[in-house]
T-cell receptor
Framework: SQQGEEDPQALSIQEGENATMNCSYKTSINNLQWYRQNSGRGLVHLIL?????REKHSGRLRVTLDTSKKSSSLLITASRAADTASYFC?????????FGTGTQLKVEL | GAVVSQHPSWVICKSGTSVKIECRSLDFQATTMFWYRQFPKQSLMLMAT?????????EQGVEKDKFLINHASLTLSTLTVTSAHPEDSSFYICSASPLDGANVLTFGAGSRLTVL
């Protein structure tokens, strides 16, 4: 079963806008990761946030973590058409990850 | 950075045949590799954990006789779909992490299997 659920399932925005996607999980975690998947390709690691962190930035990405609510959000600022992909949150330990249901982001010109 | 190569990227086979998919870590060693299955527009489902030099650990509901996993070296794991049927058609993805494992996985590009 999937540890995480993400919403929205699909998101369509215009280039330049910000995109926010959310992930909820069920059990306690040591860290939470976000991955990106282009259509028909493997996943690429974006960012890892530890359970004792509340916010983390990497370029145009901003991730928040609220362990009391068992939720995380990924914000992509100033989106580009090249950001079009599916985004997954993942939790787990020992490299054995469980992935959320994913958000399909489409950025239109 | 760490690179995982997966081959073939796509394969079409007849029902009843077996198909082997390779997963190689190109610039690092991995005692553990993971195999996932992904249906269209869905998330990744972990099938099994491939352990170098020992038997793979399968997730509940995954038939180990159907999906044979071999991890003969620190850089290669193979998944063989035996006696494939149309319902085995899917996208199979492997992943691995360097031995100093920071809990961050590197994924192969995936293999699209179509069974006719």
């Amino acid at each position: 079963s999937q540890q995480g659920e993400e919403d929205p399932q699909a998101l369509s925005i215009q280039e330049g806008e910000n995109a926010t996607m959310n992930c909820s999980y069920k059990t306690s975690i040591n860290n939470l990761q976000w991955y990106r998947q282009n259509s028909g390709r493997g996943l690429v690691h974006l960012i890892l946030i530890r359970s004792n962190e509340r916010e983390k930035h990497s370029g145009r990405l901003r991730v928040t973590l609220d362990t009391s609510k068992k939720s995380s959000s990924l914000l992509i600022t100033a989106s580009r058409a090249a950001d079009t992909a599916s985004y997954f949150c993942a939790t787990g330990g020992g490299n054995k990850l469980t992935f959320g249901t994913g958000t399909q982001l489409k950025v239109e010109l | 950075g760490a690179v995982v190569s997966q081959h073939p990227s796509w394969v079409i086979c007849k029902s009843g045949t077996s198909v082997k998919i390779e997963c190689r870590s190109l610039d690092f060693q991995a005692t553990t590799m993971f195999w996932y299955r992904q249906f269209p527009k869905q998330s990744l489902m972990l099938m099994a954990t491939s352990n170098e030099g020992s038997k793979a650990t399968y997730e509940q509901g995954v038939e180990k006789d159907k999906f044979l996993i071999n991890h003969a070296s620190l850089t290669l794991s193979t998944l063989t779909v035996t006696s494939a049927h149309p319902e085995d058609s899917s996208f199979y993805i492997c992943s691995a992490s360097p031995l100093d494992g920071a809990n961050v996985l590197t994924f192969g590009a995936g293999s699209r299997l179509t069974v006719l």
